[in-house]
């Protein structure tokens, strides 16, 4: 009886890998782009995103409606979930144009695959381009950003909040969320609640 229900449970979890890859192999390259954008916001925004891609002359394409004004997409290999003002500022940053004098804020919970933090079209790694790679963070968009006083330093530290792109007018400010809260805070936190 033990080996029977053994093996109806791996013969279930044969079938369940095999729906999942039938599934992937249905799933259109847009699906595919839906869930890695998706992936950039916290789940009670991404729930209610639209899904957008910003095409090389700086158009969009809705591939999702949304309802809670979050836009999530890849632009620059990176997956993010932008605001209204942010998505301003990215079709600005795609036209080359300057961004609108607006504050936008962004998510990028997945982190970044790296980007120079000196040239805003910088699309890889140069001797002299100040490369970065920034774990999970939120990106506070357009002008009004400079006043938060950040460091703009061309190497940028990316376990701290700092300028990217300082001195253009893409200027904005990366702000590391890390993985969660410090364990022990919390745990420090939550004892003290216990007495
Ligand atoms: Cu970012």
Not at 169 to 187: D, F, Q
Request: glycine share 8%.
């Amino acid at each position: 009886m033990r080996t029977l229900s053994v093996s109806f449970a791996a013969a279930v979890s044969l079938l369940m890998v095999a729906g999942i890859a039938e599934g992937q192999k249905k799933s259109s390259s847009d699906a595919q782009y839906i869930a890695e954008s998706l992936s950039a916001a916290p789940k009670t925004i991404a729930k209610n995103a639209a899904v957008v891609r910003i095409e090389k002359d700086g158009s969009m394409t809705t591939l999702r409606q949304g309802k809670n004004g979050f836009s999530c997409m890849i632009t620059a290999n990176n997956r993010m979930c932008a605001d209204a003002n942010s998505m301003e500022f990215f079709q600005a940053w795609a036209k080359h144009q300057n961004p609108p004098d607006k504050l936008g804020l962004t998510y990028m919970l997945g982190g970044d695959k790296g980007a120079s933090n000196t040239d805003p079209f910088a699309m890889a790694k140069t001797a002299d381009n100040h490369w970065v790679v920034t774990g999970p963070h939120i990106m506070i968009l357009g002008p009004g950003a400079k006043s938060l006083g950040l460091p703009s330093n061309a190497d940028a530290d990316p376990s701290a909040p700092s300028m990217m792109w300082a001195g253009t007018p893409y200027e904005h400010a990366m702000i590391p969320v890390g993985s969660g809260p410090a364990t022990k805070t919390v745990s420090a936190k939550t004892d003290e609640m216990k007495k």
